[in-house]
């Protein structure tokens, strides 16, 4: 069954064009792979499906459990199920980790019900401490203000940490690799797959194969010039990871 | 703006008498032995100042012309019972533990309640007129003794006509554990004119939380100028918390002073949220060798307020430490100023001053001023200081949003996280959640 289809998406940022007619299909169960030369939109797509107000969809649709979410804003696209993890996260002073995780929590409950409490204090240390523990994270962390000062392996975990606890149904991993060590790739790929089930969608958007070592893609796209161009098995990745991007160039521009 | 006539002033002693004033007489001044002599200091003091204008650096921000002078009698004794009564949530204790003592000030009288056991140990809190009665030696000790009622034209009609106030004095090396409370409790349409007095002993700690307070009563004028004289002697440690939510139609002026002896500690909190125009002046006089203060300021404006504070830290020591933050959010058409300065005096080696104000402006129409300055008469100090203001960006907003937080949520927690380092500052978790309560009612609407 579909989780979330895209179709003929077209996006652009100040009155440009970037993603150009992208059409792509994740049932539940399936990790796939978007992969592709800088600059061909795979980030463009990931923020225009997480909703960001400077990415402007001019036209298609995206249909996430039952229906078109382009309309959502995307605090409401998160509560549905939808979830990035950022190349990027940004910094937000004075938030710890646990004040904006219990935030979301909360925002999820009330969101359900609006008289609803809110998670209970314990609960939610329980919640935290075991999630963190998952990713190997040192408990102090959840008191250090969010994304704040932390070093580019922090910043993915704290990711795949906001991943575990909202539980998401589509995960898009925009270039979640970028900036790890081997060690540090390792513990965050192992969380994403631990968090992985047959109820739910992972895309992976990376420049790189190497992270398709650690998670596992059922199928992998190309992407360039706003469009997949080519798509494929596993195979695929290895495939760029050999001869780079320029075959799939010449084939996509010949067929222009 | 409005088209308003030009009117040509010849600037002489003459002209300023005819300027715009209050329309106080000596006559209503209140007779007391105690004060007497400062009051008529004051009198004289008040005839002598006209109203600032914008001409007065201190005063260049802060426009007083549609100050409707003639808007604000003096309430009469018991005039509170015709008022409406001091909100019940302004009673609960804010610094940690049951109060020790508290005092509420109201329009016309005032109740008193202090422990007995600090009582025994010679403690002092009471309110004005019970001191000019019970304490006038210390009294006419105390006043004038930090804020001269030269200072300015709000200095004056305090010093002069001043109906309430607390006296709190700690006797040598006592340790007093209860936090004390007070609330000067202004609604109506009348003048309120206050006057604290603060004398902590060598040796002697004290936590104090004073609040000024109105409901907000529209359509009325309210004017509050106060005076808070401060002396932390030798060794003596005090935590002043000092917290304004006057009703939005409340002009509220106030000159302070602390003066801090010798390895004595001062930790002053200030938080604000209320009147409609604020011009408050705050003065920290580290006096003593190894002396610190430090400052720690909440403002929250909306609408239409304007809140003005003027600090200046003082270095008159060696070996004396300051550290300074205010930190303002502002919304609707509002405004801020902040005016800081740090001046170390000759001689006063060895000081460590630090001032910062950070702001965060949460509409167009709203304005904050941030202007730090340094004054140093010393060769081997350390003062450093920043100003900044800020608006909300959309990347954090998006980033929260993203993980499921509505907008005026998402917006509350960065607002939160913008103002978490005055809160890691205040000892009192009280206070952090009266700061908290501020900023989720101001940003609710």
């Given at each position: 069954m579909s989780i979330l289809e895209i179709k003929n998406l077209h996006v652009g940022i100040d009155g440009k064009e970037i993603v150009k007619g992208l059409n792509l299909t994740i049932n539940s169960g399936e990790v796939h792979a978007i992969m592709g030369p800088n600059g061909t939109g795979k980030s463009t797509l990931s923020y225009a499906l997480m909703g960001h107000p400077s990415y402007e969809v001019t036209e298609g649709e995206v249909w996430f459990k039952g229906q078109n979410i382009?309309?959502?804003e995307p605090d409401e696209r998160s509560r549905l199920g939808m979830f990035l993890a950022f190349q990027y996260p940004v910094a937000?002073?004075?938030?710890?980790?646990?004040?904006?995780?219990?935030?979301?929590?909360?925002?999820?409950?009330?969101?359900?019900?609006?008289?609803?409490?809110?998670?209970?204090?314990?609960?939610?240390?329980?919640?935290?401490?075991?999630?963190?523990?998952?990713?190997?994270?040192?408990?102090?962390?959840?008191?250090?203000?969010?994304n704040d000062g932390f070093s580019g392996g922090e910043k993915k975990r704290a990711e795949i940490l906001q991943m575990a606890v909202l539980?998401?149904?589509?995960?898009?991993?925009?270039?979640?690799?970028?900036?790890?060590?081997?060690?540090a790739l390792r513990i965050v790929s192992e969380g994403v797959n631990t968090l992985m089930n047959e109820e739910m969608g992972v895309l992976v958007i990376t420049h790189y194969q190497r992270l398709l070592n650690y998670i596992k893609p059922h199928f992998v796209h190309v992407m360039m010039g706003g469009r997949i161009v080519e798509s494929g098995?596993?195979?695929?990745?290895?495939?760029?990871?050999?001869?780079?991007?320029?075959?799939?160039?010449?084939?996509?521009?010949?067929?222009e | 703006m409005e088209e308003k006539p030009k009117v040509v002033v010849t600037?002489?002693?003459?002209?300023?008498?005819?300027?715009?004033?209050?329309?106080?007489?000596?006559?209503?001044?209140?007779?007391?032995?105690?004060?007497?002599?400062?009051?008529?200091?004051?009198?004289?003091?008040?005839?002598?100042?006209?109203?600032?204008?914008?001409?007065?650096?201190?005063?260049?921000?802060?426009?007083?012309?549609?100050?409707?002078?003639?808007?604000?009698?003096?309430?009469?004794?018991?005039?509170?019972h015709d008022l409406p009564s001091v909100q019940e949530d302004l009673l609960?204790?804010?610094?940690?533990?049951?109060?020790?003592?508290?005092?509420?000030?109201?329009?016309?009288?005032?109740?008193?309640?202090?422990?007995?056991?600090?009582?025994?140990?010679?403690?002092?809190?009471?309110?004005?007129?019970?001191?000019?009665?019970?304490h006038p030696a210390l009294l006419a000790k105390l006043a004038g003794k930090t804020v001269n009622p030269e200072e300015g034209k709000f200095a004056a009609l305090a010093a002069a006509f001043a109906q309430n106030g607390i006296l709190l004095y700690i006797p040598k090396n006592?340790?007093?554990?209860?936090?004390?409370?007070?609330?000067?409790?202004?609604?109506?349409?009348?003048?309120?004119?206050?006057?604290?007095?603060?004398?902590?002993?060598?040796?002697?700690?004290?936590?104090?939380?004073?609040?000024?307070?109105?409901?907000?009563?529209?359509?009325?004028?309210?004017?509050?100028a106060g005076i808070v004289e401060i002396q932390v002697m030798q060794g003596a440690n005090l935590r002043f918390v000092e917290l304004q939510s006057w009703g939005k139609h409340a002009w509220n002026f106030s000159h302070e002073r602390a003066r801090v002896e010798r390895d004595a500690q001062l930790d002053w909190i200030f938080g604000a949220i209320g009147s409609r125009l604020t011009k408050n002046f705050s003065e920290l006089d580290l006096a003593g060798q190894g002396a610190q203060g430090?400052?720690?300021?909440?403002?929250?404006?909306?609408?239409?307020?304007?809140?003005?504070?003027?600090?200046?830290?003082?270095?008159?020591?060696?070996?004396?430490?300051?550290?300074?933050?205010?930190?303002?959010?502002?919304?609707?058409?509002?405004?801020?100023?902040?005016?800081?300065?740090?001046?170390?005096?000759?001689?006063?080696?060895?000081?460590?001053?630090?001032?910062?104000?950070?702001?965060?402006?949460?509409?167009?129409?709203?304005?904050?001023?941030?202007?730090?300055?340094?004054?140093?008469?010393?060769?081997?100090?350390?003062?450093?200081?920043?100003?900044?203001?800020?608006?909300?960006?959309?990347?954090?907003?998006?980033?929260?949003?993203?993980?499921?937080?509505?907008?005026d949520e998402a917006e509350k927690l960065v607002v939160e996280g913008f103002f978490d380092p005055i809160f890691q500052r205040i000892p009192f978790e009280g206070v952090r959640e009266r700061f908290q309560n501020y900023i989720a009612d101001k940003m609710s609407h």
């Open positions: 382009l309309d959502l937000i002073p004075g938030v710890t980790v646990a004040n904006f995780l219990r935030s979301a929590i909360n925002a999820r409950r009330r969101a359900e019900n609006p008289e609803d409490k809110g998670v209970s204090i314990p609960e939610f240390r329980k919640m935290l401490k075991e999630k963190m523990s998952m990713l190997k994270m040192d408990p102090a962390f959840a008191g250090r203000y969010l539980q998401p149904s589509i995960a898009i991993l925009d270039e979640t690799d970028s900036g790890l060590d081997i060690d098995g596993p195979d695929l990745a290895l495939q760029l990871e050999e001869h780079g991007y320029d075959w799939v160039r010449e084939k996509y521009e010949a067929a | 600037r002489t002693r003459r002209a300023d008498s005819a300027a715009k004033d209050f329309p106080y007489t000596q006559a209503q001044i209140r007779p007391g032995e105690a004060l007497q002599a400062y009051r008529a200091r004051a009198w004289a003091a008040y005839q002598k100042h006209s109203l600032p204008d914008t001409s007065l650096e201190a005063w260049r921000r802060t426009d007083l012309r549609s100050l409707p002078v003639d808007a604000f009698p003096l309430p009469l004794p018991e005039a509170y609960l204790p804010l610094a940690d533990g049951q109060h020790g003592g508290q005092i509420i000030l109201r329009p016309g009288g005032a109740s008193v309640e202090l422990s007995q056991e600090l009582a025994a140990q010679g403690v002092i809190f009471t309110d004005l007129l019970t001191a000019e009665r019970e006592v340790q007093v554990q209860a936090p004390l409370h007070s609330i000067l409790w202004g609604p109506g349409g009348y003048a309120h004119f206050s006057h604290l007095l603060i004398l902590v002993e060598e040796g002697a700690s004290v936590t104090y939380v004073h609040e000024a307070a109105s409901p907000d009563e529209p359509g009325i004028n309210t004017l509050h430090r400052m720690s300021g909440f403002y929250f404006t909306d609408g239409n307020q304007h809140l003005d504070h003027d600090t200046q830290q003082n270095h008159l020591a060696p070996h004396t430490s300051s550290d300074l933050l205010f930190k303002g959010a502002l919304k609707g058409k509002s405004r801020s100023v902040w005016q800081g300065m740090i001046y170390v005096a000759p001689g006063a080696q060895k000081t460590d001053g630090y001032q910062a104000n950070r702001n965060l402006v949460l509409d167009d129409r709203a304005r904050a001023d941030s202007i730090p300055g340094l004054e140093i008469l010393a060769d081997d100090v350390r003062c450093t200081h920043g100003a900044t203001v800020g608006k909300l960006e959309e990347e954090p907003l998006f980033y929260l949003k993203s993980r499921g937080i509505p907008q």
